[in-house]
Every structure is written in C-alpha cells, then in structure tokens.
C-alpha cells in the first residue's frame, strides 16, 4: 500500500459470513504500510471476518452493519492489532468487536441494538441481543473503549408476556480486559432493567466478564420503562 489513504469500500457475499468488505479464512497477517488513520475499511456490511489465527493488523473499521459484530467477525484466535474500530453497529451483539483477541486498538462510537415486539396472547421470547456495544465475547489488550452504546428494546401489545436479557455492557460483555481504558459508554433498556453501563456480564449462559489493571469511568445507564 502506499503513503496515500486508501478505502476499502467493495462489499460480496459469502456464506455464511454476509456481506462483508474483508473475508480473511487463513492463518495469515494482512497488515497495512502506513497504519489505521491512512487505511480505512467502509462498512455498509461488516467489515472484516478474521478467522482463527488470521491478523487484521493497522486499519480503520468504519460504518459496518451487521448482526453481530458490525466492525469484525472474529473466530476465537482472530486477532485485531493497531485497529481503531468506529462508528459500527449491529441488530445483535458485539456492536465494534464479536469474539476474537484485540492488541492496542481504540474501540469508540459503536452501537449494538436489539429490538423486538410482544404479540398476545403467547409468551414470546426469550429475547436476547443488544450485548457489548464496543465489544463483546473479545479479549482485550492495552485498548481504548470509549463511547460505546448497547440498547435493548421491547415493544408490547396489550396482553404479550416477554421475557428475555439484552441491553448490557455497553463498552464491553463477556470479556477479558488487561491494561485497558474504559470511559463514557452507556446502555438502556426499554422494558427490562439495562445493566453495566461501561462493562458487563450479564444474560443467558453464565458467562463472566475478567478485569485486569483496567480503569474504568463514567457509568450511565437509562432506566427500563414499560411501554404501554
């Protein structure tokens, strides 16, 4: 790559990986000359899938939308280096990150939305989404995660039972943190209580989230409402 800013903006899909800019699915570096601020994938769908044992190393992940993990797919030994992961969301889980080990990257002003509705006169659910806005599922090393947002939402009609657990970790849930700054992220939930406005563990499958020499700031979370 050369010293001018490069975009990566070409989008195919693959099965069953969506629509994503970037399928990496060998054991191999991709790396970029000049680092993230000169290198940037554009989401639309994901942006990246790194499988086990692959490396993203120095790019931007902008704008993906996705269901989970709307910056990078990771499969466990996926590895993100030198990243900054910005402005993704998903309608799932892990609004920047799902899965994977990340080295050094800055994980900021992503989002992971859940929303559902209750349809009388069945119990309708268990609903669940809407975990670890930057992160979730992820271990993380000496990285930034700031100004994440995770957001669960239900909507009833009259008569609709609900049942369910979203809305939780908005910087991070179910994850590992060393040596880590987390700052200014947030959750809410509409109908169930939202949980962990920075870092979480939280829901179904007795998951736990670790912190190790990490500072943590700021929690903000919106209360539940019913809506009627």
């Known amino acids: 790559m050369t010293s001018q800013h490069l975009a990566i903006t070409c989008v195919k899909w693959i ?9 990496i699915l060998r054991p191999i570096v991709v790396r970029s000359v000049n680092g993230p601020t000169c290198t940037t994938i554009i989401g639309g769908g994901r942006c990246a899938f790194v499988t086990n044992g692959a490396v993203l190393a120095g790019f931007t992940l902008r704008d993906g939308h996705a269901q ?9 030994g996926g590895v993100l ?14 609004g920047g990150v799902q899965g994977g ?18 349809y009388p006169p069945d119990n309708t659910g268990p609903w669940t989404g809407g975990w670890g806005g930057g992160v979730n599922s992820s271990k993380l090393f000496n990285c930034v995660v700031t100004g994440n947002v995770a957001r669960y939402s239900v909507h009833l009609w009259p008569g609709a039972v609900v049942f369910g657990q979203g809305g939780c970790g908005g910087g991070a849930a179910f994850s590992d943190l060393f040596n880590c700054l987390v700052a200014g992220n947030s959750c809410y939930a509409e109908y169930e209580p939202a949980q962990g406005g920075l870092v ?4 179904q499958g007795g998951g736990t989230l670790q912190l190790h020499s990490t500072i943590v700031q700021s929690i903000r979370t919106r209360p539940p409402y019913l809506e009627g």
């Open 200 to 203: 979480m563990s939280c829901g």
């Open 101 to 118: 080990t990340l080295y050094s990257c800055t994980i900021a002003g992503n989002q992971a939305n859940y929303e559902s509705f209750g």
């Open 81 to 94: 280096s030198n990243c900054i992961i910005t402005g993704n969301s998903v309608y799932g889980s892990g």
């Open 68 to 76: 989970d993990g709307g910056g990078a797919m990771c499969w466990d």
């Open 15 to 23: 099965p069953p990986y969506g629509n994503t800019h970037v399928v």
